[in-house]
Antibody, heavy 119, light 110 residues
Framework: QVHLVESGGGVVQPGKSLRLSCTASGFTFSNYGMHWVRQAPGKGLEWVAVISYDGNYKYFAASVQGRFTISRDQSKNTVYLEMNSLRTDDTAFYYC????????????WGQGTLVTVSS | QSALTQPRSVSGSPGQSVTISCTGTSSDVGTYDYVSWYQHHPGKAPKVMIYEINQRPSGVPDRFSGSKSGNTASLTISGLQAEDEADYYCCLYADTFPVRFGGGTKLTVL
């Protein structure tokens, strides 16, 4: 059974940093690309970033480009989202998402972790 | 690149059918069949209901179906049930990033 468990959310001041973690189980982690998707309060889903199965390519939404980085530790079955220079509009639930191997859609989502950027 | 366009809300009575549209352009939805649909109950993890326009993952009831015409993809839910009340998002995962979501549609079962 696939499980994705996010952690690391919390309250942080504007301009500060935060690192989210997502620990995966129930599948061969190193075979799949992983994404982060967020949902601001009262808003819709917004794709944030992707890291390929081998970590060799990474892409980011324009809204976080240059401020966020994504990485993965295959030995720990964990993907990270390092968020720097946080802004109030980064406040959101952040979901860790697994994509399928051969199809372009998301088959499993975590429960999400809340990041609140506020002074 | 803007979000795909969905109606903000739709509603229907139990047993009826509803259709949620997802409109893009000839360069995105009109070109690619990598449109998926996600059901999101507040406080829960989103769940894929349809992928590649009209493919249903195992375990998803056949009351859920997808289609595409021109630049618009659609999700149809037939035989509405109370538990179908949720937010629904279309998603396009094309050849280039970013992955794009629609603005979301709130389905109310009357």
């Amino acid at each position: 059974q696939v499980h994705l468990v996010e952690s690391g959310g919390g309250v942080v001041q504007p301009g500060k940093s935060l690192r989210l973690s997502c620990t995966a189980s129930g599948f061969t982690f190193s075979n799949y690309g992983m994404h982060w998707v967020r949902q601001a309060p009262g808003k819709g889903l917004e794709w944030v970033a992707v890291i390929s199965y081998d970590g060799n390519y990474k892409y980011f939404a324009a809204s976080v480009q240059g401020r966020f980085t994504i990485s993965r530790d295959q030995s720990k079955n964990t993907v990270y989202l390092e968020m720097n220079s946080l802004r109030t509009d980064d406040t959101a639930f952040y979901y860790c998402v697994k994509q399928t191997a051969t199809n372009r859609f998301f088959d499993y989502w975590g429960q999400g972790t809340l990041v609140t950027v506020s002074s | 690149q803007s979000a795909l366009t969905q109606p903000r809300s739709v509603s229907g009575s139990p047993g009826q059918s509803v259709t949620i549209s997802c409109t893009g352009t000839s360069s995105d939805v009109g070109t690619y069949d990598y449109v998926s649909w996600y059901q999101h109950h507040p406080g829960k993890a989103p769940k894929v209901m349809i992928y590649e326009i009209n493919q249903r993952p195992s375990g998803v009831p056949d009351r859920f179906s997808g289609s595409k015409s021109g630049n618009t993809a659609s999700l149809t839910i037939s035989g509405l049930q109370a538990e179908d009340e949720a937010d629904y998002y279309c998603c396009l995962y094309a050849d280039t990033f970013p992955v794009r979501f629609g603005g979301g549609t709130k389905l109310t079962v009357l």
